[in-house]
């Protein structure tokens, strides 16, 4: 049997951008609203461009928002109630990488598939599979360091301090969760946190398993493709970028040796081929008839 191809040769891109964090957004919607969409959830959107998306039961909303009022490009909150408030919500900015953002939907459509427990499981210290610790074990696997920069804030983030997670204690304002920055989780990239080339906030009751495939998209090792001229600025000076190029032929296997002597065209006899030289005796005339 073949090799299996390699999974990245067919994606657009003539650079990979390494670390991942800071390739920026591929500046559409499709791969991160693909599996919502993919379940059958409503899509309706306005004369500017925003795309608005729900879930049949109007419990899950999620906003694309190019020309929203601020640079929260994605908006996502969920609903016990669907006339009542939020009861979490997650917002990317507009030069979050598309990767992570798709991260989060499939994983809320997973939630969706299982059920209200699944995707309003409020974190809970106390249970084994919705400790919000989890969500950062995947950081400390990949060697992100802890730190605590102020006071009732706890913070993981790269040796390179070019990404980062915070984590607030204490009781947070939930209207200002959902509409600021001001929220339980925020995760960024860039040279600061007051100016981050990009943001991601989540609210207080966020599951943890959303948060989980959003660090486990971030800190995951390999490169992002992304075409050279779209890449930000930022990324010139702090990024590794590296050509894609095409992929190699496979190797030949056994079988595909095998097959291609079975078709070669079979050999002819040996025929046998006087051999003359200019040392050799003429040949004697025959008897006269």
Excluded at 47 to 64: A, C, E, H, Q, T
């Amino acid at each position: 049997m073949s090799p299996e191809p390699d999974p990245r040769s067919d994606i657009d891109g003539d650079v990979y951008v390494s670390p991942r964090h800071l390739a920026g957004s591929l500046g559409i919607g499709d791969p991160a609203l693909a599996p919502l969409l993919a379940l059958g959830w409503d899509l309706k959107h306005d004369d500017l461009g925003n795309v608005y998306v729900n879930s049949p039961d109007r419990k899950i909303r999620l906003g694309f928002l190019p020309e929203g009022e601020d640079d929260g490009l994605w908006r996502i909150n969920a609903y016990k109630d669907p006339f009542g408030p939020p009861t979490w919500g997650a917002c990317f900015n507009d030069s979050c990488p598309t990767e992570f953002v798709t991260a989060f939907t499939t994983a809320l459509a997973e939630a969706y598939e299982n059920g209200p427990d699944a995707y309003l499981a409020a974190p809970d210290p106390s249970s084994t599979d919705r400790d919000p610790f989890l969500a950062v074990v995947p950081l400390l696997q990949r060697g992100w360091q802890i730190d605590h920069p102020r006071w009732g804030v706890f913070a993981i983030h790269t040796a390179d301090g070019l990404a980062g997670l915070e984590f607030t204690t204490g009781r947070l304002d939930p209207e200002a969760e959902l509409t600021t920055r001001d929220a339980r989780w925020q995760m960024w990239a860039g040279t600061s946190i007051d100016r981050p080339a990009w943001y991601a906030t989540a609210s207080t009751d966020t599951p943890v398993a959303l948060l989980k495939a959003v660090t486990e998209c971030i800190s995951d090792p390999a490169p992002l493709p992304r075409w050279r001229q779209d890449t930000h600025s930022y990324v010139e000076g702090m990024a590794q970028l590296t050509p894609i190029l095409p992929p190699s032929p496979p190797a030949p296997t056994p079988l595909d040796v095998q097959r291609a002597v079975s078709r070669r065209p079979a050999t002819l006899p040996a025929v046998s081929v006087p051999r003359w030289s200019t040392t050799s005796s003429p040949a004697l005339p025959g008897p006269r008839r």
